[in-house]
């Protein structure tokens, strides 16, 4: 396969290999040395798009999910030689030669020893270190959420979803209820474009048609979902309904979603599991996908909002309280106990620290 490299002049053709330029290489190279999963750049060279660089399985795409690929990773290999730096052909290696990785710490050694000077260390791709700090990147795990984001981002309340200012919200086609009062907010012409979306693919797990206003959210996603008999497989497919519907808004570029309860209208579910699957999932998908989630119960349901408040509750103080891991053990009339957690705050008479 021919190997092109990233220019804005030439038209980009589709199963073909590209050469990242010097500055993408040193964001790549950065971001794994700091162990991010992804990293999102704006390239000038497909029209200014931004694209998601996955880090962990080297993929990317684009938000809209129209341009897809692979990352290959060629390390650069030096001949090992303590008084100068030679790069190697990494398709032209001898079989008897002694190399090693290039990297930026051998680099910055190099430069500590006076192998290579301050002017020559540019041309190894290490002048771009302000531009991390650009707005054109963004990690996508930069920071953990902890439990005061947690409490912004996720959030329990009593009312019409269909109200809500969120970007998406969430409707359960099993729900009667629900998509009577869609319908009737939208008027016909969202009903038959949901029949003929339904009927065109049957199998779809979720149905995005737009509000064009009449509604406050911007979209609806219909959740085409049958509760399984077995509650093994229920609890089972909850997350990873839940998992599609957020990233599929994360690649859409919406940053809120509205959920109604799905799965507690009369089906025999477990109420209280099924918050907890919600719960315990959600917190798991906005340590990926930082965005705001709401869970919109109907005012007539105060046994749905108790059990919902219950478990974000006790999740919260859950992380605000971790429980300490410990293991003792007695000799004579000693006690040893090892516990995970801050020395410094430990009631003892002598603090030893261990090196």
Avoid at 324 to 346: A, L, P
């Amino acid at each position: 396969i021919q190997i092109f490299n990233m220019t804005t002049t030439n038209t980009i053709q589709l199963n073909s290999w590209y050469n990242a330029n010097t500055k993408i290489n040193f964001l790549f190279e950065r971001a794994i040395n700091y162990r991010r999963k992804y990293i999102i750049i704006n390239l000038d060279f497909i029209n200014n798009e931004q694209i998601i660089f996955d880090l962990e399985n080297f993929t990317f795409t684009n938000q809209q999910n129209t341009i897809k690929g692979f990352l290959r990773w060629i390390p650069k290999i030096i001949i090992n030689n303590n008084h100068k730096l030679i790069i190697v052909d990494n398709f032209q290696l001898s079989a008897n030669s002694d190399l090693i990785l290039l990297t930026t710490s051998y680099l910055k050694q190099a430069q500590h020893n006076g192998i290579i000077s301050i002017d020559e260390i540019n041309q190894y791709e290490l002048k771009y270190e302000n531009d991390f700090h650009d707005e054109i990147l963004d990690f996508s795990n930069e920071q953990s959420i902890n439990e005061k984001d947690f409490k912004n981002l996720v959030n329990v309340i009593q009312g019409n979803i269909i109200n809500e200012h969120t970007d998406i919200i969430v409707i359960c086609t099993l729900s009667k209820y629900l998509l009577d009062s869609v319908f009737a907010a939208c008027g016909n012409s969202l009903k038959k474009l949901f029949d003929i979306r339904i009927k065109e693919n049957p199998k779809t797990s979720v149905i995005d048609i737009t509000t064009d206003g009449k509604i406050p959210s911007k979209v609806i996603y219909f959740i085409v979902w049958q509760p399984d008999s077995d509650s093994n497989l229920l609890y089972q497919s909850i997350p990873e309904l839940l998992s599609t519907i957020i990233e599929k808004a994360i690649n859409e570029n919406y940053k809120s979603i509205a959920f109604s309860p799905i799965g507690c209208d009369h089906y025999g579910c477990s109420i209280k599991l099924i918050a907890q699957t919600f719960i315990r999932q959600v917190q798991e998908q906005i340590i990926k996908y930082p965005m705001k989630i709401l869970f919109v119960i109907p005012s007539d349901r105060i046994d749905i909002y108790d059990e919902f408040y219950k478990q974000l509750n006790s999740f919260q103080q859950h992380e605000q309280n971790p429980i300490k891991k410990s293991v003792s053990i007695t000799i004579e009339k000693g006690k040893i106990e090892i516990e995970q957690g801050d020395i410094i705050k430990q009631n003892v008479i002598i603090i030893i620290n261990l090196k």
